[in-house]
């Protein structure tokens, strides 16, 4: 599932629960070096206790209440995007959808660039992919 691929990619250290190392370390791996020690522990806070993958559900499906599908897609790619731009390197989603928990095989990598070819600078534009996802292709 989406949450179980979620989890385990924020599980740097595989020991079950998601601490402040593990965050940090989803920060560094997503290009955000400097995040305050502050802001990490009022991630962990909200939680009532160490964040296992039962509470990680919990604390996600807490703050996906009432969410239309397509702004949660949107957010889930814009973990891989912390500045914004809308899109994330085709290179580095590969790497992660063939990498961590459910992976995907080349060719489920192959019919989804084909799907969504990347732009000249081999960048995603998952806005699109998102509204697509959530509405079908456009029709002309």
Do not use: W
């Not at 209440?65 to 580095?92: M, R, V, W």
């Amino acid at each position: 599932t989406f949450e179980n691929s979620a989890f385990t990619i924020m599980d740097q250290n595989r020991d079950g629960f998601i601490d402040k190392a593990d965050l940090r370390d989803t920060f560094a791996a997503l290009g955000r070096l400097n995040v305050k020690n502050e802001e990490l522990e009022n991630m962990v806070k909200e939680a009532p206790g160490p964040i296992n993958f039962t509470v990680f559900l919990t604390m996600f499906g807490e703050k996906l209440k009432g969410t239309d599908p397509e702004e949660t897609i949107l957010n889930a790619f814009k973990i891989f995007d912390p500045e914004g731009k809308g899109h994330i390197k085709a290179d580095y989603i590969k790497e992660m959808l063939m990498t961590q928990a459910d992976r995907f095989s080349q060719e489920e990598i192959k019919q989804m660039f084909a799907a969504f070819p990347p732009d000249v600078s081999g960048n995603l534009d998952y806005k699109n992919l998102c509204y697509v996802i959530t509405h079908g292709e456009e029709k002309d």
